[in-house]
């Protein structure tokens, strides 16, 4: 892997490396950085960008729907693409449809599970290699509040971390079912406050491995999911293929409302005008954390390379082509970006770009081998304040028992980072759990 490397001068041997290491792995590898540091964005950082972007694309060539006697997976298609499949294997239609119920209303986990379609269909597919691409859950926490964070281990035995959260409407007494999905195996964007950046990227998931959150998270708490956010491990913006294909499943197969489902970017260049192409009536959160270009640089080294006024001018484009208000994501650290005239710096520069609509305030938790700290209570709400002042919609958001047992990323990296030897990870999981 394209370790961390600082030095323009050694990106030639860093992309050796990678070429190098690629031939060695299967197709759908990226491999991944296991020395990460903080430290200025460079060249090295962008080529690894780079190159998960070409494997967001080469990935959406490789998930079509299976030809006969291809293998492939069967979660995240379409009813369409199910009876075409279906037909193309000799059976009637309405097979299709049959494994379009099994999996997304009941849920099931493999193709000999769907008994309503001849037997010797499910062994024909699964002889083709076909699955329906569902990962095991690998370990579960739950929080006193009833949010669970999941481990999914994928097919290649990298672990994801997807999280439940549920929580009562205040309208009525249904409860509300909200996920938090990855879209990488780690992250290449290195945030400083981030867990899963300092854990090194992987790889990009594939469409099928998105959904399958959604539908384990149903399957965990035995009731539908309301909502969706893209704010688990990884940067939608750079998978976004199979974020959109993911997204339709979500919104058409799983009847998730567009307009319940978020996706979250902390700004990669020219993406959103990519995303504003999509037209979805989602929304779209983006990760600001500083009111200016020198402390963003520090907080989010990928600053450097996307200027925050030209995020927000994009931020504006994005508003005049989709007609969706974006919603800013702004973690507070203490004593980094949470005073009150950086509160009027922040509200000053929205209202500049014509994006003053909604600022989401996030107190940081606390995560390892991060000097950052929690702000007070006092200080969220005069930084709160401070904007509501400006005429800025402001919320903070609550934070939920899994925030302190475990920030997005930690989980992962405990397991990551040990062989999945079973005896080594339980006890670095009971280690996770004491602390
Ligand atoms: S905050 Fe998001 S974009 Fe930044 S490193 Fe973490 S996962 Fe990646």
Partial sequence: MASKIHRASEIHRASRNFQ?????????????????????????????????????????KKTKAPEKGSPGNLVSLSRKELEVLAVKYEQPAYRGKQIFDAVYKHGKRSIVDIVQVPKAWREDL????????????????????????????????????TVGIPSKRTSDSKQRLTVCVSSQ?????????????KGGFARNLEPHEIVDQVLTIQEHFGQRVSHVVFMGMGEPMLNIPSVMAAHRSMNEDLGIGARSIT??????????????????????????HAPNQQLREQIIPSAKVYPLEALLEDCHQYFLATKRRISFEYTLL???????????ALAKLLYKFNVAGHVNLIPYNTVDESDFQRPTRAGVEAFKNALMKQKIETSVR???GMDAAAACGQLRNTFQKTPMAEEVIIETFKKTLVA
Avoid: Y
């Fill in 20 to 60: 190098t290491i690629s031939a060695n792995l299967s197709a759908t590898e990226v491999p991944r950085a296991t020395d990460v540091s903080d430290g200025r964005w460079d060249d090295a950082d962008d080529f690894q960008v780079k190159q998960a972007q070409k494997d967001a694309e080469r990935l959406m």
């Fill in 126 to 161: 699964e002889s083709s290699g076909v699955t329906l691409g569902r990962s095991e859950v690998h370990h579960i926490v739950t929080a006193d509040d009833g949010t669970v964070k999941m481990l999914l281990k994928l097919a290649d035995n990298r672990v994801v971390e």
């Fill in 185 to 197: 195996v780690g992250c290449p964007m290195r945030c400083t406050f981030c867990a899963t950046g």
């Fill in 263 to 288: 996706i979250s970017s902390v700004g990669v260049p020219n993406s959103l005008q990519k995303l504003a192409r999509h037209d979805l009536q989602s929304t779209l959160a983006i990760s600001l």
């Fill in 334 to 344: 203490k004593g980094v970006n949470d005073s009150v005239e950086q509160a009027l």
């Fill in 398 to 400: 609550e934070t939920r």
